[in-house]
């Protein structure tokens, strides 16, 4: 994990389920929420996964949604990505992805949701992404320059 400081954690949450596939810890930031999300985002965890999270917002709705330890995404866990991304977006909130794993950066990629969400290479550049430190500004898209240029 980044060793970040985003101002003081004021609490911290931890969630798994019941089988123990997905584990989520939950910290209040000044700025935002901090999402750090381990295991699997599928079809049995994705209803709850996005349940969690939306259950943890209030007035500011932005969200830090650290995907790094993320071992496999289905469509339901693509899916459940998707609709915290339109709600969040539908309240004038904003949702950083941020250290997507190989994994999330492959279906992100694939579906081309990449070109459309926010994505942050780093917790501390999602922190300023969230804070609008980086005046809007987008980190370059997931796909490889080299990709980029020959199509």
């Not at 330890?69 to 469509?75: A, G, I, L, P, Q």
Request: glycine share 8%; hydrophobic share 40%; charged share 25%.
């Amino acid at each position: 994990m980044d060793a970040v400081q985003d101002g003081n954690s004021t609490s911290l949450r931890l969630w798994h389920d019941p089988q123990d596939r997905l584990r989520m810890r939950v910290e209040n930031r000044d700025t935002c929420i901090l999402v750090s999300v381990e295991g699997e985002i599928d079809y049995l965890t994705a209803d709850a996964f996005r349940e969690h999270v939306l259950s943890h917002l209030s007035g500011a709705w932005r969200i830090v949604l650290d995907l790094q330890e993320v071992r496999f995404c289905d469509s339901s866990g693509l899916g459940a990505l998707v609709g915290l991304w339109k709600t969040v977006t539908v309240r004038r909130g904003r949702l950083v992805i941020s250290r997507p794993s190989p994994v999330c950066r492959r279906i992100l990629q694939r579906t081309g949701l990449d070109a459309h969400m926010v994505i942050s290479p780093t917790l501390r550049h999602a922190f300023a992404n969230i804070a609008g430190d980086l005046g809007g500004a987008r980190p370059s898209p997931l796909v490889p320059e080299a990709r980029q240029n020959a199509s």
